[in-house]
């Protein structure tokens, strides 16, 4: 372990977990857009969960919770879930088929110079970003602030660059993951005391207006935090959309560096021995567990 204070460098971000009022659409909806496959689901009394995912790496909960009513767009909660893809090429293919797809919604194309990303939103309005990065000598730091844009990237010359058929058939054998979750908050001061003092990101740009990144072992970011449309809202009403937030450490010792940052902080928590749980300011669960973690511990959460 590197610093008592901050996540190990090698956390990565795990499966987020979304509450959705119809499952079977929704589940469609990203086996065939985003080309993941049901890998698991189990029944939790009304409740039905079901996990999807690449190449056998879970990226997606999709929880039915019967009842709920929509996310109001103004509280704090979920902005986007980020998927990474290893090359251009699998991006493109990804973003080909979700593009295709009758029920997206196109929400637009930027450089971000250490990425280059594409968005949609999905049927229930959770937002969606597909992505892949630049090698990471090219990006530039400036006061030790990654440097970040937002930059005009051309979705139409980008598929003509990197999609061919052969590609787009390729594309469920690809292998993605869950690269960076960005928030709605209510407040980025009260948002970084949580998710850098306490537990344990680092931050990586906060000189931009309303919005705080964050991440471990010097990644451009694993969490964002806006107040673009949340500003001032407390914590979340029982909603559709983001139902958990969850990373993954290397080892032990990080899960008793984050339960003493808790403590410190006195936030409460719980601790299975592999995972430890709490909740943000507003509401939202946050999971981190150790690796290994299998489908059935996930879908248990």
């Known amino acids: ?3 008592a204070r901050t996540l190990h460098p090698n956390t990565t971000m795990d499966a987020v977990t979304l509450r959705v009022g119809d499952l079977e659409a929704m589940s469609g909806y ?21 996990v999807l995912g690449r190449a056998g790496t879970p990226m997606v909960r999709l929880v ?10 103004r509280q704090a909660g979920l902005y986007h879930t980020a998927f990474l893809f290893d090359s251009p090429a699998a991006l493109a293919a990804t973003v080909y088929r979700t593009a295709q797809h009758p029920r997206s919604r196109f929400a637009g194309s930027s450089d971000h110079l250490v990425s280059e990303a594409f968005y949609f939103t999905d049927p229930e309005g959770n937002g969606i970003e597909l992505y892949t990065d630049r090698a990471r000598d090219l990006w530039q ?20 660059k990197h999609l061919t058929q052969e590609v787009f058939d390729a594309a469920p054998l690809d292998a993605g993951s869950v690269g960076h979750v960005h928030l709605q908050v209510g407040d980025v001061p009260a948002a970084r005391a949580f998710y850098v003092d306490a537990v344990g990101f680092e931050a990586t740009v906060a000189s931009y207006p309303g919005v705080l990144f964050a991440s ?3 990644y451009h970011h694993h969490v964002a935090m806006n107040t673009w449309r949340s500003a001032g809202a407390g914590p979340r009403a029982a909603s559709l959309g983001l139902g958990e937030v969850a990373l993954t450490v290397p080892e032990r010792a990080e899960l008793d560096a984050l339960a003493d940052r808790l403590r410190a902080a006195g936030l409460a928590f719980g601790d299975d021995g592999r995972t430890v749980t709490t909740t943000d300011p507003w509401g939202t669960r946050v999971t ?3 690796p290994g973690t299998g489908v059935d511990e996930l879908l248990a959460r």
């Open 1 to 3: 372990m590197a610093d």
């Open 30 to 50: 990203y086996a065939d857009a985003l080309a993941l496959s049901p890998i698991e689901e189990s029944t939790r009394g009304r409740e039905v969960h079901r």
């Open 288 to 290: 981190v567990a150790l």
């Open 216 to 218: 471990a072992g010097g």
């Open 64 to 73: 039915h919770t019967p009842g709920l009513p929509e996310a109001d767009p």
């Open 141 to 160: 730091h400036v006061n030790g602030e990654v440097q970040m844009a937002t930059e005009y990237l051309d979705p139409n010359l980008y598929l003509q």
